[in-house]
């Protein structure tokens, strides 16, 4: 059996592939492929049990480009003569349902990890007909798919009530974690403490964080905001906010704005960080104060959940699923500054408080959002498990994995070889 994972970058490759290329990587019967650019992630990749095949997507609406992304995932599947196919965010959703079906691969999984900003209520005709063309984009990948996995009730919902895809074709379940990647133990004292001085961070400062795009539907005012509101009452907190820059996006927060935050607030923009487990290691406190379609499990919340730290969350479907309000944390109405601010300092002052909700989202996200489980039933729900353990126990003598990293690249524009 020939598995292909897709996603759009290596750091998806990483999030959403390397829990099924674990779990598969024993099987002899089974290879495991992983389609999706490379950028910083190349080593983390190449480690994966996976074949790697480098495609380039255009991130952003591009006719042309789009169309070359579908012809070169059309091409790659049948060379490969791909099996099975688990596309995760939109364009490989889309493209890749396609071109698998196309492609004549036997079952196709789309995995719907949020609407994002197509999806955004917005009245200005541009955004309209980006939402209608992706609708109806997602309702021919939805007609080539077997299956439709969501880990958002309300997006299951918004596809099925819009006729975008019929209900016997989904299922739903939570995001997840991976728990040996994400724990207290992943990180070394030693880091942390170079992280310190690194900020400039005295023994006393404590530090909020916040991980998110650099986009306002995401909570970027309100973080902000919360930081000036708190400069006189918690002058040794410093807000930190890990966003890379924006570029293409109509919701892009104006670099601009973010240093003029800086220098009003005890607020600090850090950029992009290839790892953040140190980030959170440090951190007090996490929030996500997000209005952004979600999918639901935030992972900026669950990482530093993994890690025993307390999380504030928008109290919105797309984002306070993995929040229980006074027990790892607070959900507060969303665009609410002064909200924010004030769970931020109930937490931030009270050590015993901060405590019991961190071990309490260590002790949730263990029981809910292992992405081990959550593997293992998507593996099922689509019949590889089944598969996969009839093989081994036709040939109980076989053993190891029999996937090798490697690398491959697929040149821009159809009609190329690799």
């Known amino acids: 059996m020939r598995i292909a994972i897709v996603t759009p970058d290596d750091l998806s490759t990483l999030t959403f592939c390397k829990p099924f290329a674990l779990r598969l990587a024993g099987h002899p019967s089974v290879t495991v492929y992983s389609f999706s650019s490379v950028d910083l992630y190349r080593a983390e990749i190449t480690a994966l049990p996976t074949i790697h095949v480098e495609i380039p997507m255009a991130r952003f609406l591009s006719l042309a480009e789009d169309w ?63 939402k209608a063309i992706t609708t109806t984009l997602y309702r021919a990948a939805c007609t080539a798919a077997n299956w439709v996995w969501f880990t958002n009730r309300n997006d299951r919902e918004y596809f099925i009530s819009r006729k ?50 650099l986009i306002w539907p ?24 890990v966003a890379p820059e924006e570029k293409g996006s109509p919701n892009s927060v104006p670099p601009d704005y973010v240093r003029e935050m800086e220098r009003v607030a005890n607020f600090r923009w850090l950029g992009f960080r290839k790892d953040v487990r140190e980030l959170y290691a440090l951190a007090g406190l996490a929030v996500l104060p997000s209005y952004y379609k979600e999918g639901g499990y935030p992972r900026a919340l669950l990482e530093p959940m993994a890690l025993g730290k307390p999380v504030i969350a928008a109290d919105t479907e797309d984002c306070r699923a993995p929040v229980e309000d006074g027990v ?49 039933e998507v593996l099922e729900r689509l019949g590889i498990r089944g598969a996969v353990d009839a093989a081994a126990a036709e040939d109980p003598t076989a053993s190891g994995p029999t996937v090798h990293a490697a690398n491959a690249a697929y040149p821009m524009g159809p009609g190329h070889r690799p």
């Open 68 to 130: 070359s992304y579908f012809w070169r995932l059309r091409r790659i599947f049948a060379e490969n003569r791909i099996d099975v196919a688990i596309l995760f965010t939109t364009k490989p959703n889309i493209y890749g349902a396609l071109a698998a079906r196309a492609a004549g691969v036997k079952t196709v999984a789309i995995a719907v990890r949020g609407l994002g900003s197509a999806f955004l209520a917005d009245s200005r005709p541009k955004a309209r007909l980006l």
């Open 164 to 213: 975008i895809v019929p209900q016997p074709k989904t299922f739903l379940t939570s995001n997840a974690v991976n728990l040996t990647d994400f724990s207290v133990e992943s990180v070394a004292p030693k880091a942390v403490a170079a992280l310190r001085q690194e900020l400039a961070m005295a023994e006393d400062d404590r530090a909020v964080i916040m991980v998110a795009r």
């Open 218 to 241: 995401k909570g970027i005012r309100e973080f902000a905001e919360a930081a000036r509101l708190l400069r006189e009452r918690l002058p040794n907190l410093t807000f930190l906010l």
């Open 328 to 376: 790892n944390g607070y959900v507060i109405p969303p665009k609410d500054a002064a909200a924010l601010a004030d769970r931020i300092a109930r937490i931030m002052e009270d050590d015993e408080l901060r405590k019991s909700f961190g071990q309490q989202s260590l002790a949730i996200v263990r029981a809910r959002f292992d992405d081990r489980v959550v593997a293992e």
